[in-house]
């Protein structure tokens, strides 16, 4: 299955919660699903990670206080 950031976008701004592989995405495209899941209060676990940055990091957590969790066990 072929999904886009931004169908996963509007997935999240519905309040549907997503487990996504960072690495299968661009920053940007993190950045706009993760502020997606903000307005619809969305959880969303970020695995597999290790080519971003500790600031990157925060930066996600920021746009969504609380339901961003950054899965360190893969």
């Not at 502020?35 to 920021?62: C, P, S, Y």
């Amino acid at each position: 299955m072929i999904i886009t950031a931004e169908q996963l976008s509007r997935i999240a701004a519905s309040g549907g919660g997503l487990v996504l592989d960072a690495s299968a995405w661009t920053f940007p495209q993190l950045k706009e699903i993760v502020t997606a899941a903000n307005g619809g209060k969305a959880r969303i676990t970020l695995k597999t990670f290790a080519n971003m940055t500790a600031t990157q990091l925060d930066e996600l957590a920021v746009l969504a206080p609380g339901l961003i969790v950054f899965d360190l066990t893969s």
